[in-house]
C-alpha cells in the first residue's frame, strides 16, 4: 500500500549514498562536518558537486580557501559522523575534542580521517545557489582508497570495511553484497544478430517461395495429367 510523503521527505528517497565528513583548513585550525549531498558530475575533468547550507561554518571556509576534501567513513565511526553533524566548528574544535586521528592531504591543505576508507581531494571550481543551499563544485585533484576496501568497485567483504550509508535523520545502513549484472553484448555484436537473422529469414522465406512453386508445378501437372485442365 503507497503512502503519500511530504515534499520536504522526497528526499529521503534518494537516501542511502555514503555519507562523507568533508574537512577544510583555514589559518592552521581544521573542520570536519558531515555532508550527505555528493555527487559525481563528470568524469573529465573529474567534479564532484557538494551541496551545504550556506548558514554552515564550513561554507565559510571553504568559499575562502576554495579548497576541501571528502572522507568516506565506515561504521566504527558511526557515532562520530552522528555528532559531528550536531555541533559547529564556530564554536568547538571538532577534531580536537573528538580526538579522531587525521594525517596530512597529499594537494590541498587541510588533514584527512583516519578510520575511513577513501579520500577525495578537490579544488573549488565553481558556486551555484541552489534554493536554500550552495552547490560546489569541486575538481578531484588527489583520490586514495584502502586496497581491502576498494579496487574498481566497493569490495564490501568485511563489514568493517564498508562505506558507511546516510538513509536520513541518525539512521545509517552498510551495503551487504556486490551482484554482478550481465555484460550487455557490443552494438556491432548486436548488428551482426540481427543480419544474421535477417539473412536466415530471408533464405527461409525464399525456400518457402521455392516450395510454393514446386507445389503449384505438381498441381498443374496433375490437373493435367487426369484431364483437369482448365478450359479456355
Known sequence: MRRNLDEVDGRRLL???????????????????????????????????????????????VHKVEEFALNIPTRRLLHHVQFLGSVSGADIDKLELTKLPTFRARRVETVLLEGCVGWLECGLEEEYEVGDHILLIGRVVAAAAEEDAFTDHWLLVDNDEKPLHYLGANFYAILNEVLEARVPKPAEEYERNLQEVAAEQLELTREAEERRAEEEAEREEFRRREGFERPE
Do not use: Q
Open 15 to 61: 537516501a542511502g549514498a555514503p555519507i562523507t565528513l568533508l574537512t577544510c583548513s583555514y589559518r592552521g585550525k581544521h573542520n570536519v562536518m558531515p555532508v550527505a549531498y555528493v555527487m559525481p558530475v563528470s568524469i573529465r575533468p573529474p567534479l564532484i558537486a557538494v551541496s551545504i547550507s550556506p548558514e554552515r561554518y564550513t561554507y565559510d571556509i
